[in-house]
Structure formats: structure tokens, C-alpha cells
């Protein structure tokens, strides 16, 4: 597996004179839940050069996928705003958002789950182009062929149904479908989770090949910090619906700032004959997100904490160089 962890100093892709292709701002997804209210993502901001990979970690539970699916309109945002391409996606009527489905896709974690056993391989990979009217029966079968191609499936299996595959094989349906429509931008949500190790590094190496060819640019969601290093130019460390560090990969791997990031890392086996890593165990379990702690949310967990990490909330800023850290022992009060 070769890694791909580009050093992007400036923490944009390399790109920091452009605008960013998509911009989240104080994103905010609740949801009620009987008396009480799941705060799942509760001011989320970052932005998303074009061609670049922003990974985005934590536990399960924290608020990546939730995010993924509330700034493409999968689910419904509480608050916030998306900007992409200069256009405000949570303002767009349904029309306009159906169109815009075209420019932003999804891969799903569990390929056989978001497959319709029904449809062949042939019939899933051209829905979108079926629902989008576009070509003729014709093009879209020759368009279907090509994407099959492209994702690395035979031919033979045109006619398959998803039962009849392996989960590799299977993911690689999801992928062709997500790319059917030409998108600029795809959630690719714990795409290799539900793979076998072997397998998972096909589907790393195809989405970084397809990216490549295809100038695609990712939001990749896992819980996997050894997963996201492959792919990502950039991380966002997500503990309890916050961004808790948000920095170019090769200076998260190098200098982990936050507690939360340090025991995430800690958990990523090192190689064999390098410096040994001493594994951070954090007690306690993730507390509810219907109550979630006062100030920093981490501190009923941290090691680290101060009285005051229980009184005020850190703010998510610049350590240097493009390293955003929201802790109270790097910016010291
Ligand atoms: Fe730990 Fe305090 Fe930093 Fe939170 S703000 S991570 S509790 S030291």
C-alpha cells in the first residue's frame, strides 16, 4: 500500500491562492430523540480544496458520517451553511438539488446495504443515469460498460446480481455507480470498513488511481487513522460532534497536539524495528452526545485537563503552519 500523505504545508492542497471547492461553516445537525436532543454535529467548519482529500476521524458516534451526509442534503441540517462552488447547498430548492446530485456523490460504508439485490450490476451502476434521463438506452449501456471498466470489474458480470459477487467486487459496484454521473466531489464514508484487509487496499489504490484520472476530490470518513494517512491531504479530528485538530496529515502523524488525536494515534501500529509508540489508554466511555460535557467535551476523558477545560470550551485555532488544535494546554489561558 504506498501511501499518499503529500505534505501540504499551507494545509489547502497546495492551493491557498483559490478558493476552496467546498467551504462547511458552523455546521449543526441535531436530532430529537424522545424528550431529549442528540447534538451529532454541533458547529462544524472546514473547507475542501478541488482535488484534494480532507479525511475525517473519530470514534463511532462522533459526528463524521452524519457531517458527510448533511452538507450533500442526504439527511437535513440544522443549522449552518455549505457553500460549493460559490453556490449555498442547504438554500437549494429540491430541483436544483437533484441536479446537483450530479456534482456530489456518495460511496456507502456496506455495499450489500446500499444495493438493491434486485438490479443487476448492469442496472445499479446506470440508475443515475436512468433517473437523470441521460442518453439514450444505448449510450448509458456503452457508458455502464466503460465505468465497469474503469472500476476494474469484467464484463461477465454485467448481468450479476450483488449476492452472486464478493465484497471487493461489490464495492467496486458502489464506486461505478457514485461515478456514473461525472461528479466532482464524493463522501467516500467508511468505504473499506466493511472489507477484508487484503481487499482494502485495492479499493484505497482505486479510489487514489480514479482520483487522479478523474480530478475528484474527497471528504473520506473513517475511524481508521491508518486508513485516512493512505489517502488524505489533509485531517480533521472529530471527538463528540467537534472538530478537535484539523491539520495537513504528515504534521498531524509528526506532532499530534490534541489528548483525543495522541490516544487515536497511539492505537495505529507502528512498523516493526522503528521507534515503538506508547499506546494511550483513555478511560471512561464516550459520553452521551444528548448531554455532552461542559467546556471541552473531551474533558471527562483527558489526562491532561485543568479546571478550566470544565468552565470554557477551547476554540479551534492555528497552532502554526496550518494546524488547528481547540485545546486549553496548546493555547494556554
Ligand atoms: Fe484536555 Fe483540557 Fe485540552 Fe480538553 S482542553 S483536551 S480537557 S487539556
Known sequence: MSSKTRDLSDGTGGA????????????????????????????VSFSIMKGETLGLV????????????????????????????????LALSKPEMTSMRKEMQIIFQDPFSSIDPRKTVGDTIGKPLYIHRVGTKRER????????????????????????????RRQRVGIARALALSPSFIVCDEPVSALDVSIQAQILNL???????MKLTYLFVSHDLSVIKHLSNRVAVMYL???????????????????????????????????TRERIILTGGVPSPIHPP?????????????PVCSEREPQLLDA??????????????
Open 294 to 306: 461542559s467546556g471541552c467535551r473531551f474533558h471527562t476523558r483527558c489526562h491532561h485537563k485543568t
Open 58 to 89: 473519530g470514534e463511532s458516534g462522533c459526528g463524521k458520517s452524519t457531517t458527510g451526509r448533511a452538507l450533500i442534503r442526504l439527511i437535513d441540517a440544522t443549522s449552518g451553511s455549505v457553500t460549493y462552488q460559490d453556490r449555498d447547498i
Open 207 to 213: 479510489l487514489e488511481e480514479l482520483q487522479n484520472t
Open 320 to 333: 502554526g503552519e496550518g494546524h488547528f488544535v481547540a485545546c486549553h494546554l496548546v493555547h494556554k489561558v
Open 241 to 275: 460532534g467537534k472538530i478537535v485538530e484539523l491539520s495537513p496529515t504528515l504534521s498531524l502523524f509528526k506532532n499530534t497536539l490534541h489528548p483525543y488525536a495522541q490516544a487515536l494515534l497511539s492505537a495505529v501500529p507502528v512498523a516493526k524495528l522503528r521507534r
Open 16 to 43: 491557498a491562492s483559490k478558493r476552496p471547492l467546498l467551504e462547511v461553516r458552523d455546521l449543526v445537525k441535531h436530532f430529537k430523540v424522545g424528550a431529549g436532543i442528540v447534538h451529532a454535529v454541533d458547529g
Open 141 to 168: 449501456e456503452d457508458r455502464v460498460d466503460h465505468l465497469m471498466e474503469l472500476v476494474g470489474l469484467s464484463a461477465r458480470l454485467y448481468n450479476k446480481y450483488p449476492h452472486e459477487l464478493d465484497g471487493g
